[in-house]
Nanobody, 119 residues
Framework: QVQLVESGGGLVQAGGSLRLSCATSKATFSSHAMGWFRQAPGREREWVASINWSGGSIYYEDSVKGRFTISRDVAKNTVSLQMNSLKPDDTAVYYC????????????WGQGTQVTVSS
């Protein structure tokens, strides 16, 4: 069973930074692409960034390019999202997800962590 545990959310002023982390098992970490999604109140969940199992392919949603960085820590089986220059529009619940390559879908989700950016 795939388990994902997020941490690192909180309240920050506009222009500030936060770092989110997602811990999982070694088996999941070494075989799945991992991603971050977010859902703001009244809006659909949207993809933010993703990284493949080797870390060689990284993708970002346009609005976060140059501000957010996704990375993998092999020693800790953790995927992180460093968020800089935060804006009030970044306020959302952020979710870590693992991609099932056979089903070609994001099938595994963490519980979510709240990020609030004040103006």
């Amino acid at each position: 069973q795939v388990q994902l545990v997020e941490s690192g959310g909180g309240l920050v002023q506009a222009g500030g930074s936060l770092r989110l982390s997602c811990a999982t098992s070694k088996a999941t970490f070494s075989s799945h692409a991992m991603g971050w999604f977010r859902q703001a109140p009244g809006r659909e969940r949207e993809w933010v960034a993703s990284i493949n199992w080797s870390g060689g392919s990284i993708y970002y949603e346009d609005s976060v390019k140059g501000r957010f960085t996704i990375s993998r820590d092999v020693a800790k089986n953790t995927v992180s999202l460093q968020m800089n220059s935060l804006k009030p529009d970044d306020t959302a619940v952020y979710y870590c997800a693992a991609h099932d390559s056979e089903r070609d879908s994001w099938d595994y989700w963490g519980q979510g962590t709240q990020v609030t950016v004040s103006s």
